[in-house]
């Protein structure tokens, strides 16, 4: 499949929100689940970009497919959890639609997010994720990323969060 991974735009918010939030639905309460339908918020915050894979060829056109999002969040942005300074970018809420997964379509979201971090000459790109999506664990593990386990975290006392990074110099 041919994907397309380009910076979101305005018109593409409620879809993305929507997208994130489903993909998400399992894992989160409800609280979060309207955080990650705000895709507004997180596109309008300083330092911080909403990537979107498309499938090939029809941007812009009618009946194109949103088939993902990820948050690509620097530093100076609000949505950084767990990276640290100005040498460190992170990215959050990667989600494929499940019927796109297994495609490229996730890793060509990661990439995007990688190749910012190169450009803006980041050390490390750094991430959060539940202990039960192995499938992203092994994206990740494909791609370079080694488990940070003295980053870990619990957002809340019933969430528990993994931490990966991926050396950049």
Not at 14 to 20: F, K, S, V, Y
Not at 100 to 120: D, N, S
């Amino acid at each position: 499949m041919d994907v397309q991974v380009r910076e979101a735009r305005e018109d593409e918010l409620d879809e993305i929100g929507a997208l994130t939030a489903e993909v998400y639905e399992e894992f989160v309460g409800p609280d979060y689940l309207a955080v990650l339908r705000d895709a507004r918020s997180r596109w309008q915050a300083p330092a911080t970009t909403t990537f979107v894979a498309l499938d090939g060829g029809t941007d812009g056109l009618p009946g194109r497919q949103l088939l993902g999002a990820v948050v690509y969040a620097g530093p100076g942005s609000p949505w950084r959890d767990i990276a640290d300074g100005e040498q460190e970018a992170e990215f959050r809420m990667l989600g494929v639609l499940e019927s796109a997964r297994g495609r490229g379509v996730g890793e060509a979201l990661v990439q995007a997010c990688v190749q910012r971090a190169r450009a803006e000459g980041r050390a490390r790109l750094v991430l959060s994720t539940a202990p039960e999506l192995k499938a992203a664990h092994r994206l990740y593990e494909r791609l370079g990323f080694t488990r940070a386990e003295h980053r870990d975290w619990m957002p809340t006392s019933q969430i528990s969060l993994l931490a990966y990074e991926l050396g950049l110099v």
